[in-house]
C-alpha cells in the first residue's frame, strides 16, 4: 500500500532518487545536477554509468525492500531509469516519498499482458494478439491468430530479447523453448513500412509536451538510427501524437513515457509497445531541442512546469554498440572532426558486442542529411580513421 503522492514540488537542492543505475539515469542525473540537485542511485551493481555521476550509488537487489526504504528516506522523489525495476520496490519506495511517475504505470508497462489489456480497453490500436499462459494455450493461439506470428516473453524481455518470430504451426515448440517456456503474448506479424516513436511527458498537473515523432530504424533488433521529425506525412503524424497524449492522460503519466509504433503501408498506426521512461529514440533532444527529455523528465517528477520541446537544429541519433571496440578503442578524434556532431559515452567498461555503449547526435540541413552525417561517423569509427 503506497501513501498518496501529496503533489509537492521539489525545489532545486532537493535529490533525486533514481530505480535503475543506466545510461538513462545518468543522463537524467547530469540534467538534474545542472538545475541544482542532487541524485541517488540505487540498483545492485556498482561503478555504473549513473553511479559514476551521482551523489550516493546505492547498491543492493531490487527484491530488499528494506534497502529500497532506506534508499527513499534518504531522497526527495524517486523515479526509476528502466522499467524492469519490481513492481514492490516502487510501491516499498512510495511509502516514503512521492513515486512519479506512480507504480501502476510501471506494474502495466513492466509485463506485456498487461500492457496489451491497457491498450486494447482504452481503445488504443494494437496488432492482434492472443495471451499465452502456457505451452498448452499456445497452438490454439497461433491457430486464431495465423503465421506469421511473433512470441514474446511476458515480462522482462527488452531489444527483441525474449521473442520468436513463428512462420509455420510446426515452429510453436522451438519457440516456446526459445522464450524460456514461461508466460507469453503472441502478437500477429505486422508488416510495416517503418518503425516511428513519440516521446512525450506529462506534468503533475497535467500539461503535455512531445518531441515529434521520431524514424526508428533498427539492427538486428537494437536501435540503430533515429531521426528527429523523421516523418512526412502529416496526418500519420498528427494521429501518432494525439494516441501518445491518450497513453499518457489514461495511464495518468507524471514524467516521460515513450510510445512505439509500427507505421503500415497504407499509414495505419498500431502500437508496438510502451516505455515509462526516456527512451533512447529521445536522445536527440538531449543537444537539439530547448527542454532535452532528460530535463523534461526531471521538471516533470519535482512538478515543476514543462520546458518547450521546440527544435534548435535538424539532427539525427546513431548508437554505438560494444561491436565497434571489437579492434581495440575506437578512434574518437577521427568523429570529432566533425564539428556538428555531439558525442555521448556512458562509462561502461565492457564493451560487450550488442551493448549500448554511447550514442551520437549529429545535425544537418534536415533529418536525411544528419542521418548520413552520423552514419559515415560512425563508420569512420569502425575502419579506424
Ligand atoms: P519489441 O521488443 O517488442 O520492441 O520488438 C523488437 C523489434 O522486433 C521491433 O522493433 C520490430 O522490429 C520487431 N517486432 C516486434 N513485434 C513485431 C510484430 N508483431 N510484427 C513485426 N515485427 C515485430
Redesign the pocket.
Known sequence: MSTQDDGRIIAPGATIGVLGSGQLGRMLGLSARRMGYRVATFSPDHDTPMGQIADAEHVADYTDLDAVAAFAKSVDVVTFEFENVPFEAAEAAARHVPVRPRGQVLHIAQHRRREKDFLHAAGFPT?PFEHVPDRATLDAAIARLGVP??L?TAGF?????G?MVIKAADEAEAAWQAIGAGEAVL??????AC?VSVVAARGLDGAFAHYGVTE?R?AD?ILDVSIADGIADRATRDRAIEIAAGVLEALDVVGVLCV?F?VGRDGTLVV??LAPRPHNSGHFSFDACVTGQFEQQLRAVCGLPLGSTARLRASAMVNLLGDLWAHGEPDWASVLADPDLKLHLYGKAAPRPGRKMGHMTVFGRDGEDAASRAIAARQRLAWGG
Not at 502478437?187 to 510495416?192: K, M, N, P, R, S
Open positions: 496488432a506470428c511473433v514474446k524481455g527488452y531489444d527483441g530479447k521473442q502478437e500477429g506479424f505486422v508488416d510495416f518503425e526508428n533498427h533488433h512505439e509500427f508496438n509497445e
